[in-house]
């Protein structure tokens, strides 16, 4: 829940508005306003000549932020749930599909503790994946010292299970006698460390 709860906490914008059919013509209407053509009624009778069919009154809105110094409201993309981003996080960038490969890196620009959060979880994954324990401990600090609630939270608790995590990221022991691997065990609430980390992650993106 660790990653659930980072991205409630961080994903506090104003929802997105509906499209409408003024959208395919806001560029040309911010290009005329550069080009000094601020009449709301010339604009409308421009874009009903390049097939605009709604009304004048749409166009008059959709300027009036330019007469502000503002920019015009565009579209924008509903942004993902807090366990959505959790996933996308959570996922390994193989694993992802395009849209979300294209998407993520935009939440994480404009989002400094999801992408302090993404970081942190893919460099775990990557000790899980190299089967590598070393980098384990500077890891732990830097969770600890995230900044955010969920991820200290985290930490304090892999840090209990230090052992077990350390086991299960390092080279796969044999037993005596046969070539089958030991399977490491943990004692985390969770049952396993790999569900421990699950569930911290999904609450960061949330809080």
Do not use: C
């Not at 506090?12 to 306003?33: C, F």
């Not at 070539?179 to 969770?190: L, Q, W």
């Amino acid at each position: 829940m660790s990653a659930v709860l980072v991205v409630e906490e961080t994903t506090g914008d104003a929802p997105p508005r509906k499209p409408s059919t003024l959208d395919p013509y806001l560029e040309y209407l911010r290009q005329r306003w550069d080009e000094g053509q601020h009449s709301a009624k010339i604009l409308h009778e421009e874009l009903q000549a390049k097939g605009y069919l709604g009304h004048y009154q749409r166009v008059k809105m959709a300027v009036a932020p330019l007469r502000r110094g503002l920019p015009i409201d565009e579209p924008r993309e509903r942004p993902p749930s807090p366990r959505e981003a959790a996933r996308w996080i959570t996922t390994h960038p193989r694993h992802r599909n395009p849209h979300i490969n294209e998407r993520l890196p935009r939440l994480l620009e404009h989002r400094p503790e999801l992408r302090l959060t993404h970081d942190l979880v893919r460099r775990f994954a990557t000790m899980l994946d190299n089967r590598d324990a070393v980098p384990l401990p500077g890891w732990l600090v830097d969770l600890a010292n995230s900044g955010l609630a969920p991820l200290a939270g985290l930490a304090g608790a892999l840090h209990e299970d230090r052992h077990a995590v350390a086991q299960a990221a390092s080279p796969p022991l044999t037993t005596p006698g046969s070539t089958k691997a030991a399977s490491p065990t943990s004692s985390s609430r969770n049952g396993s460390w790999p569900g421990l980390l699950a569930s911290h992650s999904s609450a960061t993106a949330s809080s």
